[in-house]
Structures are given as structure tokens and as C-alpha cells.
């Protein structure tokens, strides 16, 4: 049995271990990220966030959320420990939003209901390996050089992502720290040049899960003036060689549910649906029902 959430504006020592522990368990067990990477790189920062904690019956911590500061506050609940009195202790922190995995209708249902409304959906789609080959190309195709291609990586993944919510704002000091991570391989980090532009790439990431390790295409995009010539395709697919020739029988990606273009060249290489991310909001004052007014005495 678990106890009411409780939400804290800092971890103690005491509470950073155990939140710690409860990740790598939940990872171990579910062979899945327990938070995703935006919010856990701000755990291990440190960087200012509220923590929303829930204790089972003999005290031990069974749920975590994180709760970034900010218009709206964002928060994130550890897989697999969401549960609906979470929402009830984020309702009264004003405007939230509350990012979810996996999500079916009925949640939908169940949220909608207090007033808590989809505003994005992201689909996880997964395939079998290998898939077809790439088309031969006379762009020059060649591993991530870190500390050399930075800066223009950078500049080419914010222009191709302009106004994504999450994909537009990468910094240099940002795609370095993702140098740290443990699963991190420059060779698997898949640049194309034509003459000297970087006109297209492809971040591939090799993580465990249920099923054995899987390779994700994690980033991949094509510079705003390359586009419509195929790019798209030739980056995907040669991408996806890559993690065959290690030996991988199974590839994912994630993808916006309103990117319907790249939906059907991802549908047509194989991918199917595999769950959906979505990210709900909830405003205070518009779901509060207003107050009726005192009539008059006469």
C-alpha cells in the first residue's frame, strides 16, 4: 500500500539516495528509461525542480515525479508510478504539465475528466532488423567527430527542428553532456556531408530492454534547404544498417503524432506503433468551475 504523495521544493541526502535507488530499480526491472533524458540530466544537475514523493506501507519510496519550474511547471512522473492522486497533488501548484508514458484512451478519459488536456502526443514506433539497404549516395557519410562537429551539428539539428517544444533549442554545452552518458558512441553518430555542408544526420543509440538491446534512432534530421531530395530516407536507412551490422534484431523511434510526413516514410520502411507519449495540461483557473454569485437581499 502506498501513502499520499508529499511534495518537496529539495532532496534531502537521504531522499536523492532513495530516489536514486528507485530509478535503477525500475530500470533494471523494465529494461526502460525511468525518466526521460531532459529531466533526468536536471536530477543529476541538480538544477532547481520540486520532487513529488510516495512512500509505500513500510516506508520504502514507491513513486517519484519531477517538477521543473517554469510557465507551465513541467512534470514527469517515474515509469511505471504514475497513479491519478499524483494529479491531485499537482492540481493546486497552478498551471502543470504532465508528461506521460505509455498512455491509452481511458487515461485520456480519466484526466480529461478534472480538466487536464492532451496538447502533444508522441508515438513510439518500433521495427525488426535488418531493414532495407540504403541507396548508394555520393554524399559523404562519416562518424560524429566530438569537439570538432559540434557547433555545426547544432546549428543543423536547431534549423531543421525550428519551433519543435523540445528539439529546437540545443546548445553545444547541451550535446556535450550527452558525451558522458555511458551509452554515448560517436560511431554510431552518423553525419552527411555535401561538398562541405552538413546537410543531413542521424544519433543512433544502442540502450537495453525487455526484449534485449535495441537500437534507437534517437535524433535525426535534414537541413532546411536539403530538403526533398531523399535525405530523409537515405539517413533512416543507412542509420538502421548501422544497428543491424551490430548485430541488433530490433530498432525504435520516436515520432510527433502530427509529423504525418515522416509518419508515412517511417510506416513505409516498417515501423509500426508500438505506445504513445502524451503530454497533458492543466490549467488551475480554467478548470475550476466558477463560484456562483451571493444574490441580493431585498
Not at 517538477?67 to 508510478?81: M, Q, V
Not at 499524483?86 to 484512451?105: C, I, K, M, N, Q
Amino acid at each position: 500500500m502506498l501513502a499520499s504523495w508529499r511534495i518537496v521544493d529539495e532532496l534531502t541526502d537521504a531522499e536523492r539516495h532513495d530516489v536514486e535507488d528507485l530509478l535503477r530499480a525500475i530500470e533494471e526491472g523494465s529494461k526502460d528509461e525511468a525518466l526521460t533524458e531532459d529531466q533526468r540530466e536536471r536530477l543529476e544537475s541538480g538544477a532547481p525542480a520540486r520532487h513529488a514523493l510516495r512512500a509505500r506501507s513500510d516506508g520504502t519510496l514507491g513513486g517519484y515525479a519531477i517538477i521543473s519550474d517554469g510557465e507551465p511547471r513541467k512534470a514527469e512522473p517515474a515509469l511505471g508510478t504514475f497513479d491519478m492522486d499524483l494529479v491531485a497533488s499537482l492540481e493546486p501548484l497552478g498551471t502543470v504539465s504532465l508528461l506521460l508514458r505509455p498512455v491509452d484512451d481511458e487515461l485520456v478519459a480519466r484526466l480529461g475528466a478534472r480538466g487536464w488536456l492532451p496538447t502533444r502526443a508522441v508515438h513510439r514506433l518500433w521495427m525488426t532488423l535488418p531493414a532495407e539497404p540504403p541507396q548508394p549516395t555520393e554524399l559523404v557519410v562519416r562518424a560524429f567527430r566530438p569537439g570538432v562537429d559540434d557547433q555545426a551539428w547544432v546549428d543543423e539539428n536547431n534549423a531543421a527542428f525550428k519551433g519543435h517544444p523540445t528539439q529546437a533549442d540545443m546548445t553545444v554545452e547541451r550535446l556535450r553532456t550527452r558525451f558522458n552518458a555511458e551509452w554515448f558512441d560517436p560511431e554510431g553518430f552518423l553525419l552527411f556531408f555535401d561538398g562541405d555542408q552538413l546537410v543531413a544526420s542521424n544519433w543512433t543509440k544502442i540502450h537495453p530492454c525487455a526484449t534485449g538491446d535495441v537500437g534507437e534512432i534517437y535524433v535525426i534530421s535534414v537541413a532546411p534547404d536539403a530538403q526533398g531530395r531523399g535525405l530523409g530516407r537515405l539517413a533512416v536507412l543507412t542509420g538502421l544498417q548501422y544497428l543491424a551490422d551490430k548485430g541488433l534484431g530490433t530498432a525504435e523511434l520516436f515520432v510527433e503524432e502530427t509529423n504525418r510526413s515522416a509518419y508515412r516514410l517511417y510506416e513505409s520502411l516498417g515501423f509500426r506503433l508500438d505506445s504513445r507519449v502524451v503530454e497533458f495540461l492543466y490549467d488551475q483557473a480554467a478548470a475550476s468551475p466558477p463560484r456562483p454569485r451571493a444574490r441580493r437581499r431585498r
